[in-house]
């Protein structure tokens, strides 16, 4: 890492606040935010940060997931097609990681390369999602619901899986606009209730995983943590201040600026 032992941290806990203001404002961005920043801003080798985020992002969204239940914001039958084959992907490619020994060098390129197509595709939909939950939200009303489609959604299970594994990004504005690909008639509170609560056994799994091999610093981890927690209050205090399209606006500039940032990394 680039700076000196507090500085460190203190930079880290500054961009926790970061990272929690984005996700109190608009829903999505941790993963998405908080592994480039780490791998680019801090120079955290690229396995490491994806371990230490993917533990951050399941203590996060796990502060979200009794809220969502409790207003019936979950679909369990999807969610368990969808936690089927992430689980199942997430294992086998925890598995290969562990197992066969990659070349270390060459999968930091991977990471880094795949992680740079999945903010674009993050940006993108962060910025079309809105527009079709409000399309879709003056079509039914909140309680609608949408029979699983088991083969689909298991398979979409597979490639998040494999996804958030390797780079800790794909199980937020990726995964909701997944959703509302395969379930149109599904309400909107619910297709955002669900993914967010399929992302926290995702993320955690894959985080403990990446932890038995060392690729979790607890240290980065708890400053990530000290920074988000009065950012996610913050944020979600100042939500209403702001119109939503500019708030995914930002988001989205932020994530094309986090590609940006890791290619001339990489280059």
Known sequence: MHASFPDTWILVSLGGLLVG???????????SVTTPMLISGFGVAPALAVGTDLLFASITKASAAWRHHKYGNVDWAIFGYLACGSLTSTLITLAWLKFAHPDTTLLASVIRTVLIGALVASSLAVSLVPWWLRRHGSQGTPEMRSAPRPIPTVLYGLLVGALVTLTSVGAGAIGVAILIMLYPNLAARRIVGTDIVHAIPLAFISGVGHLSMGNVDFGLLGALLIGSIPGIMLGSRLVGAFPDWLLRLLL????????????????
């Open 252 to 267: 989205s500039v932020v994530l094309i600026y986090a590609a940006y940032l890791l290619y001339t990394f990489a280059h």
């Open 21 to 31: 203001f984005l996700i109190g404002m608009t829903g999505v961005g941790g993963g």
